[in-house]
């Protein structure tokens, strides 16, 4: 299956914006997830299918895509979103599935 | 409200064998695929293994393949990971999730458990 590459580490200072960005040669033709996930907490998914945005999930986050490359972005950063991101997706026979490394994100 | 408890993590030396459950409630269990990811120390996400909602088809991540089997039993609402011939490497927080639907396709991991670890370790 297609690896999925994410930057380890993003901080930002509050109320300014975070960009995660994950790339992978499958992004093109499959769709990317994101999750947050705190200390000690199962992931919740924040952004599905490239761009949009499960019930219950704030405005500021949002998602795009561009070729080989998602990005997460974050407007408006608020403490309470320091955490990890990773991104995901899959191989198109639905046989096998990738996740990014990960990224921490720090609101300084 | 849509849950998973997961359980049967415990310290285990290498070479052993371990089974985990996975109970579902507040949705029709038998209407979904269902995953299991796990989640070593201090380290990413790792899908593990996939299941359709009849059992009919199951898939597993290349580190587990031959080691590791998932089933579920429709009847209790419950999924299984069976784990042979565990290593250190294996030593994991395990986490089942729901696919979004019957036939999972390149999609999501839309409700997930709290996780049960699991150590190997002599």
């Known amino acids: 299956s297609s690896e999925l590459t994410q930057p380890p580490s993003v901080s930002v200072s509050p109320g300014q914006t975070a960009r995660i960005t994950c790339s992978g040669d499958?992004?093109?033709?499959?769709?990317a997830y994101w999750y947050q996930q705190k200390p000690g907490q199962a992931p919740v998914v924040v952004i599905y299918k490239d761009t949009e945005r499960p019930s219950g999930i704030p405005e500021r986050f949002s998602g795009s895509s561009s070729g080989t490359i998602v990005t997460l972005t974050i407007s408006g950063v608020q403490s309470e979103d320091e955490a990890d991101y990773y991104c995901q997706s899959a191989d198109s026979s639905g046989t096998s599935w990738v996740f990014g490394g990960g990224t921490k994100l720090t609101v300084l | 409200q849509m849950q998973l408890v997961e359980s049967g993590g415990r310290v285990v030396q290498p070479g052993w064998s371990l089974r985990l459950s996975c109970v579902a409630s507040g949705f029709p269990f038998s209407n979904y695929g269902m995953h299991w990811v796990r989640q070593a120390p201090g380290k990413g996400l790792e899908w593990v293994a996939v299941t359709w909602y009849d059992g009919a088809k199951k898939y597993y991540a290349d580190s587990v393949k031959g080691r590791f089997a998932i089933s579920r039993d429709n009847s209790k609402n419950t999924l299984f990971l069976e784990m042979d011939n565990l290593r250190a490497e294996d030593t994991a927080v395990y986490y089942c999730?729901?696919?979004?639907?019957?036939?999972?396709?390149?999609?999501?991991?839309?409700?997930w458990g709290p996780g049960t670890m699991v150590t190997v370790s002599s």
């Open positions: 999730a729901r696919a979004p639907k019957a036939t999972p396709a390149a999609d999501a991991f839309d409700i």
């Open positions: 499958a992004l093109p033709k499959q769709y």
